[in-house]
């Protein structure tokens, strides 16, 4: 951090004491003012509920510029991301802060794929849940277990730890998300197979069968990786923070990753993009692109509870880049398969351009975000909706480790513990019971 000569002096008008705090420059984007002597020095806390003025933590791995619409992981643009790295390179990147060159990445990816595999014992674990289970809480469920089943990699404040927990949990995410599935629809599991890629050995691992070979299709594998690295990590949204603060108090990363996954699965979360397919199906049943209006009419009324899923974020103010690279793919995979007609993309599209030109949505800076194109794509490539949220989880693990591990890391890191406005009942006496 770099401190500001401009200094921010707090004063309040019952003549108390005024205070001056530090400010501090990032690389980019806004100060920051330090308010941690705050309490000390005047008996206040301050108030902001949702973190709407908050910088929570200084992180060095992913930037957004909300108004810009412009994500960097690590200083690179998501966009050259996409087109020139896979997400085994992105890993790299968000985990030690560089693209690895050639021999890195050999040794990176072999590492990786080297743990895809999990303990035997996990499949005895999944089968205590109903088949009808939603793979969310499957997948909580099962990434807290790996902690006891991978005690060499659970003390959070062993770097080596930290580093075997980090490889594990990315390369056994995929098997566990597939596990879920192949668990749900009632079919063997299928064993990962280490000479494919990451994305091709998921998809072998989610669709093949032991009764025949399994071809994996290029342009779909390429989908699903990019589906990986546009989710890898986005700063301190909701599931990140609470990896960190869930691991702040030194539980171990399978425990705080855990964490992440429940807060992922919230419908203005993770959850979006499952919400999303399930809007368009519901559109479409009711009559497709003639109902679009009907339908905008219910978003706009305050009272009628409705939302465009896929709609709005709290940082993009603009296009997020994500929903435009999101797009391309979808566009891609669709015409791949053939189904370049497909009417729950068509009335996307709709949706969308309505959207963009009304007054509501432009003057609330209301803009497509990554999960209005990402279930289509999903569901064009077979995953059931239900899953989305899981491959959200699958892809954004190494954000969350990344984060937890930049956190463990800073010298200045201490249990997160927020503070609050109480505006309860003051001390009072119990009653007895026949009093009350
Ligand atoms: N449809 C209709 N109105 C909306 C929407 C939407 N999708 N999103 C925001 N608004 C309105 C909101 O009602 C409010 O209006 P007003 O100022 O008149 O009260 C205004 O826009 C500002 O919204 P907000 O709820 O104060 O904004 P927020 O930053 O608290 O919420 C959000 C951000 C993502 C939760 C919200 O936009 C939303 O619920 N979107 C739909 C769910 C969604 O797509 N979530 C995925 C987020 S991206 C993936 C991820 O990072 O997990």
Redesign the pocket.
């Known amino acids: 951090m770099t401190p500001s000569d401009v200094k921010a002096t707090l004063s309040f008008s019952d003549g108390s004491p005024s205070m001056d705090l530090p400010i501090y420059k990032g690389t980019v984007g806004p100060d920051v003012i330090d308010i941690r002597k705050l309490y000390g020095q005047t008996g206040k806390f301050t108030y902001d509920p ?1 973190f709407l003025s908050t910088a929570s933590c200084q992180s060095t791995i992913t930037y957004i510029d909300g108004d810009k619409g412009e994500l960097l992981y690590r200083g690179y643009p998501i966009e050259q991301l996409a087109v020139h790295c896979d997400y085994l390179d992105t890993c790299y990147l968000l985990l030690y802060g560089e693209l690895p060159n050639s021999e890195q990445r050999g040794t990176f990816h072999q590492r990786v794929l080297n743990h895809t595999m999990v303990n035997e014992q996990m499949q005895f674990f999944l089968r205590g849940f109903r088949r009808d289970a939603h793979p969310m809480a499957v997948m909580t469920g099962l990434v807290g277990a790996l902690s006891a089943f991978y005690h060499d990699s659970t003390d959070i404040n062993n770097p080596e730890h930290r580093e075997i927990a980090a490889i594990r949990l990315i390369a056994k995410m995929p098997t566990l998300v597939a596990m879920a599935y192949k668990y749900s629809i009632g079919q063997p599991f299928i064993y990962p197979k280490n000479d494919l890629s990451y994305a091709g050995n998921f998809m072998r691992m989610m669709f093949a069968t032991p009764c025949e070979e399994y071809k994996v299709n290029p342009v779909i594998e390429r989908a699903l990786d990019r589906i990986f690295i546009l989710h890898a990590d ?1 700063e301190q ?1 909701a599931s990140t923070s609470t990896v960190r603060l869930c691991g702040s108090s030194g539980t171990n990363p399978f425990a705080a990753i855990a964490a992440g996954v429940a807060c992922l699965w919230g ?4 959850g ?1 993009n499952e919400a ?1 397919l399930n809007m368009l199906t519901e559109i479409q049943a009711k009559g497709g692109v003639a109902k679009v209006g009907e339908f905008m009419n219910q ?1 706009k009324d305050k009272n009628s509870g409705v ?8 940082v993009y103010k603009n296009y997020d880049p994500r929903a435009k690279l999101m797009q391309e793919t979808c566009k891609e995979v669709l015409l791949e398969l053939g189904l370049e007609n497909d009417p729950l993309f068509k009335l996307a599209m709709s949706l969308e351009k309505i959207a963009l030109e009304d007054d509501y949505f432009v003057a ?1 800076k ?1 803009y497509p ?3 209005f194109y990402s279930g289509i794509v999903q569901r064009a490539i077979g995953i059931p909706v239900q899953l989305f949220t899981a491959i959200f989880a699958l892809a954004r693990t190494v954000g969350w480790i990344a984060q937890l591990n930049e956190m463990i890391s800073d010298p200045e890191y201490k249990i997160g513990r927020p503070r609050q406005l109480f505006t309860g009942a003051a001390a009072r006496t119990v009653k007895p019971v026949e009093q009350r």
């Open positions: 949702g986005h949204n419908p203005a979360h993770g979006a999303c978003v939302k465009l899923m896929g709609f709005g974020h709290r609330r209301l975000n990554v999960d």
